[in-house]
């Protein structure tokens, strides 16, 4: 069966720090791997999404990156981060436009 | 372009009563759609799915129906338990498209 990994669970960066979130899927090959922001009391939003290996769409400028260095792991970083950069970050995958599978998630609390 | 919009919430119950929340979408495809929950604290887990019209998605109590003319998906549970308290996101994807849409989240509270 299909899982889905975040890590780390939760983290408290300061201000201006880097920041580095992995995902990674176990039990299938060739996923649509998704971020995804909850900023608190909000909706979700879609950060970045990937249909293959080192092929990324941003939907939002931002001061966020995301990349796939492999076919399962999609890493989201920041260089340097803001207060509004706090959240609750999400990951998922999907098997191309059908079910969308959600990882634990990553709280991040910016300071 | 593609989109869900919800009802607005906070939506405050008790228990036992009976649970509408509302869904629209517009879409330039064929969408299936969804019902996903967020309990305390939590990721998403999907609770329900409808992949064509007249379709009715179920799971644990709750029911929501693929409404083509109207362009709804309304979540509904005949009586709703404290344990339901949660966050419910409806989102729909396009076939062959490469991203979830989702609503704005209702998020819910069941009083006892």
């Known amino acids: 069966s299909q899982t889905i990994h975040q890590w780390p669970a939760t983290l408290v960066q300061p201000v201006g720090s880097p920041l580095s979130l992995e995902c990674t899927v176990e039990?299938?090959?060739?996923?649509?791997l998704y971020w995804y922001r909850q900023a608190a009391g909000r909706g979700l939003q879609l950060l970045f999404y990937s249909v293959g290996i080192g092929q990324i769409s941003s939907e939002v400028p931002q001061n966020l990156s995301a990349s796939r260095p492999q076919d399962r792991q999609f890493i989201l970083s920041s260089k340097k981060l803001l207060l509004s950069d706090s959240g609750f970050y999400l990951c998922?995958?999907?098997?191309?436009?059908?079910?969308?599978?959600f990882g634990p998630g990553t709280r991040l609390t910016v300071l | 372009g593609d989109s869900v919009t919800q009802m607005e919430g906070p939506v405050t119950l008790s228990e036992e009563a009976f649970l509408t929340i509302n869904c629209t979408y517009t879409?330039?495809?064929?969408?299936?759609l969804f019902w996903y929950v967020q309990y305390p604290g939590e990721g998403l887990q999907l609770l329900l799915k409808?992949?064509?019209?007249?379709d009715k998605g179920s799971n644990k109590g709750f029911e929501a129906t693929y409404r083509k003319e109207t362009t709804s998906f309304h979540l509904e549970k005949g009586s709703v338990q404290v344990s339901d308290s949660a966050v419910y996101f409806c989102a729909l994807i396009i076939q062959g498209a490469q991203k979830l849409v989702f609503g704005q989240g209702t998020r819910l509270t069941i009083n006892p």
């Open positions: 409808a992949t064509k019209a007249d």
């Open positions: 039990g299938t090959s060739n996923p649509n």
């Open positions: 879409a330039t495809g064929y969408p299936s």
């Open positions: 998922a995958w999907s098997v191309k436009g059908t079910l969308v599978y």
